[in-house]
Structures are given as C-alpha cells and as structure tokens.
C-alpha cells in the first residue's frame, strides 16, 4: 500500500504552464486581431455590461473606449454619454 497522497479523483487538473502559455499567447492574438478590425465592435457579457469596445468604434461614437467597459449597453444608458455632434446623428 502506498503512502503518497494523491490528489482526490473529481479534483480537476491544474493546466501545465505549457498550457497556460498557449492560452496566454491564443487571448493576445485574439485582442489583437479585435483591437485592429476595421468595423467598431463591442461585447457584453450576459447580463448586458461592456467587456470589450474597440478603438474603431470608440472613434465612429466618439467616445473613450476604456470609460465605456463596464457600463451597460442600454440606449438609454448610452444615450446620457453622448456627445452633441452624437446627438445630431440620432
């Protein structure tokens, strides 16, 4: 009988860093290739909060994507932050 301790069975497995390598680099190029696409975009997460806003679209509503992650994607919402040149587009 062994003494080693072993991990329990339904404990998941911890990613090896050559994983956690591949994953880290895969996330980078995927920011990358959303940072860079020619047509704005954002994404939310499930309950509607800005997790992404890229710099295209940043500059088509003239607004500062970073200030736009975490506010909700609601018009009404958006609408208070609009700039009047914005509002004239409406």
């Not at 591949?22 to 997790?51: C, K, N, W």
């Not at 806003?53 to 509503?61: S, T």
């Not at 958006?78 to 040149?85: E, F, I, K, M, N």
């Amino acid at each position: 009988m062994s003494t080693e301790a072993r991990p329990p069975k339904d404990r998941p497995k911890a990613p090896d860093m050559r994983e956690i390598e591949v994953l880290r680099q895969q996330l980078e190029m995927y920011q990358l290739i959303f940072e860079s696409i020619h047509y704005g975009a954002l994404v939310t997460d499930e309950r509607g909060y800005v997790t992404h806003f890229n710099k295209p679209y940043g500059l088509f509503l003239d607004m500062n994507p970073d200030a736009q992650i975490g506010r909700h994607c609601t018009f009404r919402d958006a609408r208070a932050s609009l700039t009047p040149t914005m509002l004239s587009r409406v």
